[in-house]
């Protein structure tokens, strides 16, 4: 839920005015789907990838520096990039590749950083989490994390508004209704409802009482922003203690946020893992992340049921893209190469090389018929 500040130059001329930022593939060819791939990198550009072929398009210069994260809004028009520092907000128009400008908060002695940052549907606002730093003539002064509404249009914060609970977070688990009506707020044991008009609390969804009556425990999740889910839809991986054997097992929920439901059911023992949804909404991804034991992990959502755990040479610090035909997964940072596997075999199929290294990687499907987003 980082943001940051992204700054676009638009870009003239062929691929030769893109200088040495290109793609070079190896090994076997296969598309992944046709959608689009973003990748921040430390030279401070996004580079423009064809999914199909994994081969360099274009890329935007970021004049903040280095596109440390990148927040796609609803619309898929707009990146919302924040700086290495958190400090620094850029809005980029994607389809123009040209900048909408840059905010701050710092000032003079000040510097706030952004813990947490998420745009509403309409882009009227964002919510954010900041801290600031001042710094004093003997000592720096750090204030609590403060939960901000920042008007995009004012440029501007219109309102502070008070922790749920009084439970201060530095990060916030927020996500919004399709239609932008609605902002929901992830606590430990419920989800909060509030009115995005006057940012009052109207109404709360104590969604743990019903794992509690089966002796589950509390569902432990954030709110990811997942271009393969339905509007107003959350998939992913739930920990839950078992209160009998006082074990931790590991789930999967789905939460209708709309109508208040949410339908779960256990897959064993709890273990550090991943998991991305797959366009088709029947299968998930995740990767074992643990030295010396890298997995890629299949999951059957229709059958409830782990179908597969296939060991997989990892990187120490990775991520991964599940493709927008749901055929193959990209596993990226850190360094300048992604590496492609067919997700029916888990065969390596190629690496694409960058000629600078990454800082994140952003996806955007080709839209659905019918899709709202």
Same mark, same amino acid.
């Given at each position: 839920?980082?943001?940051?500040?992204?700054?676009?130059?638009?870009?003239?001329?062929?691929?030769?005015?893109?200088?040495?930022?290109?793609?070079?593939?190896?090994?076997?060819?296969?598309?992944?789907?046709?959608?689009?791939?973003?990748?921040? #990198?430390?030279?401070?550009?996004?580079?423009?990838? %064809?999914?199909?072929?994994?081969?360099?398009?274009?890329?935007?210069?970021?004049?903040?520096?280095?596109?440390?994260?990148?927040?796609?809004?609803?619309?898929?028009?707009? +990146?919302?990039?924040?700086?290495?520092?958190? /400090?620094?907000?850029?809005?980029?128009?994607?389809?123009?590749?040209?900048?909408?400008?840059?905010?701050?908060?710092?000032?003079?002695?000040?510097?706030?950083?952004?813990?947490?940052?998420?745009?509403?549907?309409?882009?009227?606002?964002?919510?954010?989490?900041?801290?600031?730093?001042?710094?004093?003539?003997?000592?720096?002064?750090?204030?609590?994390?403060?939960?901000?509404?920042?008007?995009? /249009?004012?440029?501007?914060?219109?309102? #502070?508004?008070?922790?749920?609970?009084?439970? /201060?977070? %530095?990060?916030?688990?927020?996500?919004?209704?399709?239609?932008?009506?609605?902002?929901? +707020?992830?606590?430990?044991?419920?989800?909060?409802?509030?009115?995005?008009?006057?940012?009052?609390?109207? %109404?709360?969804?104590?969604?743990?009482?019903?794992?509690?009556? !089966?002796?589950?425990?509390?569902?432990?999740?954030?709110?990811?922003?997942?271009?393969? !889910?339905?509007?107003?839809?959350?998939?992913?991986? +739930?920990?839950?203690?078992?209160?009998?054997?006082?074990?931790?097992?590991?789930?999967?929920?789905?939460?209708?946020?709309?109508?208040?439901?949410?339908?779960?059911?256990?897959?064993?023992?709890?273990?550090?893992?991943?998991?991305?949804?797959?366009?088709?909404?029947?299968?998930?991804?995740?990767?074992?992340? !643990?030295?010396?034991?890298?997995?890629?992990?299949?999951?059957?959502? !229709?059958?409830?049921?782990?179908?597969?755990?296939? /060991?997989?040479?990892?990187?120490?610090?990775?991520? +991964?893209k599940v493709s927008s035909n749901g055929q193959l997964l990209y596993i990226h940072t850190a360094g300048n190469t992604i590496d492609v596997y067919d997700t029916g075999t888990w065969q390596k199929l190629r690496t694409v090389e960058l000629a600078a290294d990454m800082t994140n990687l952003v996806l955007i499907p080709p839209r659905a018929p019918g899709?709202?987003?």
């Open positions: 839920m980082l943001v940051a500040a992204v700054c676009g130059l638009i870009l003239e001329g062929s691929f030769a005015s893109l200088g040495t930022l290109r793609a070079q593939t190896t090994g076997a060819s296969r598309a992944g789907g046709n959608g689009t791939v973003y990748v921040g #990198t430390y030279a401070k550009k996004i580079l423009v990838l %064809d999914e199909a072929t994994l081969t360099l398009r274009d890329s935007i210069t970021t004049t903040l520096g280095i596109p440390y994260a990148m927040l796609l809004s609803f619309n898929r028009q707009h +990146f919302y990039v924040l700086d290495p520092a958190n /400090e620094k907000v850029e809005i980029i128009d994607i389809p123009g590749k040209k900048s909408l400008g840059t905010f701050t908060l710092s000032s003079g002695r000040t510097a706030v950083r952004i813990g947490g940052l998420n745009v509403d549907p309409k882009e009227r606002f964002a919510i954010m989490v900041v801290k600031s730093t001042t710094k004093r003539a003997d000592r720096y002064e750090i204030s609590r994390p403060v939960l901000v509404r920042y008007d995009l /249009e004012k440029r501007a914060v219109t309102d #502070t508004i008070p922790w749920p609970n009084g439970q /201060e977070q %530095d990060f916030a688990q927020i996500i919004f209704s399709p239609n932008g009506e609605f902002m929901y +707020f992830s606590t430990a044991d419920a989800i909060l409802v509030f009115d995005t008009n006057t940012m009052k609390q109207v %109404d709360r969804w104590d969604y743990a009482r019903t794992l509690y009556e !089966e002796g589950m425990g509390r569902l432990n999740f954030g709110f990811p922003n997942d271009l393969y !889910e339905d509007p107003g839809f959350y998939t992913g991986l +739930f920990r839950i203690n078992d209160p009998v054997n006082h074990r931790a097992q590991m789930g999967v929920a789905r939460l209708d946020l709309m109508n208040r439901t949410v339908d779960f059911y256990s897959l064993g023992p709890s273990q550090a893992t991943s998991f991305s949804l797959a366009p088709d909404k029947k299968h998930a991804y995740g990767i074992h992340n !643990e030295i010396g034991n890298y997995q890629f992990w299949t999951f059957d959502l !229709e059958n409830r049921r782990v179908v597969g755990k296939t /060991e997989f040479k990892g990187r120490p610090r990775m991520g +991964f899709a709202g987003n």
